[in-house]
């Protein structure tokens, strides 16, 4: 990592990387370990240790399971940390949005351009987020990866199962961000998510608008039930974001996103098309 890219951290660290720096160099001290030690024990050199203190470097995850095991003392407190540190990786715009898609009861997406964030492949992930502008460097570009990549959780979590719904323009199976190879992976990934007990995928045609009708010309949105059932709409484009709670605003953009719905394929035709997409030879 370079000296730039240092200091660019250092700036940017979240309060919990801080917090985790500093209960890390106390309890290293407290067990009257040098940073070496510290670092051997846990399978990384001391100036990882070092540069994970004064948050050149953050902890990652890996870094925070090994911390809890070695000097944690069953306080769990590293353990704890490893929801808010994947938080502070977000991008601001997110952040607010993140922990509550964690947690959610139920998500329902339309999207016109990517595939959602939530289905992301890694190499996906890192066509979109790389070929974006400005471009990142490679450290943060790798945080935003994993960040990303993380959410996919969701989809897994088995004590409230959540039900997840996607419905994503045509064109968006068409776009090859990174190239054929990248798109294929992730539409034959996309294809089983879809293919999961708790999550339907549907596509909104092409030809839609020659029915007269298109119901998804608004945009992208995202209608989340929470784990307290609160229903909201979260919105985001050009890196600024809104979180929508009003219950008259929230009923309009549900009852638009039940028209997307109706409109769309259905879910069987839908993964068939995804299906025939992803195993077509190109060039």
């Not at 016109?112 to 502008?133: K, M, N, P, S």
């Amino acid at each position: 990592m370079t000296a730039m890219a240092r200091a660019e951290n250092k700036v940017e660290a979240g309060g919990t990387a801080h917090l985790v720096a500093a209960l890390a160099k106390a309890l290293r001290e407290q067990q009257s370990l040098t940073q070496d030690e510290l670092g051997r024990r846990i399978g990384y050199t001391g100036s990882a240790i070092s540069a994970m203190e004064t948050c050149a470097q953050p902890a990652s995850d890996k870094m925070l399971v090994a911390l809890e095991e070695q000097i944690g003392g069953g306080l769990g407190v590293f353990e704890k940390a490893r929801k808010f540190m994947l938080l502070d990786k977000y991008p601001p715009q997110f952040k607010n949005f993140a922990l509550m898609e964690a947690e959610a009861v139920s998500l329902a997406s339309y999207e016109t351009f990517v595939v959602d964030g939530l289905f992301q492949t890694a190499e996906y992930a890192r066509a979109l987020i790389g070929g974006g502008y400005p471009k990142l460097s490679t450290e943060k570009l790798d945080q935003l990866v994993d960040a990303r990549v993380a959410r996919r959780s969701l989809l897994d979590r088995r004590d409230t199962t959540a039900m997840i719904e996607l419905i994503v323009e045509e064109s968006v199976l068409r776009r090859p961000f990174g190239g054929w190879p990248v798109l294929q992976g992730q539409l034959r990934s996309l294809a089983e998510d879809a293919e999961r007990d708790n999550v339907t995928v549907q596509v909104l045609p092409f030809d839609r608008g020659l029915r007269g009708t298109h119901a998804g010309a608004h945009g992208s949105m995202k209608l989340v039930t929470t784990k307290d059932h609160h229903h909201l709409v979260y919105l985001e484009i050009e890196d600024e974001s809104l979180l929508i709670s009003d219950p008259a605003r929230v009923a309009l953009l549900t009852h638009r996103y039940a028209k997307i719905r109706a409109q769309a394929m259905s879910p069987d035709d839908s993964l068939s098309l995804i299906q025939k997409l992803a195993g077509e030879e190109r060039t």
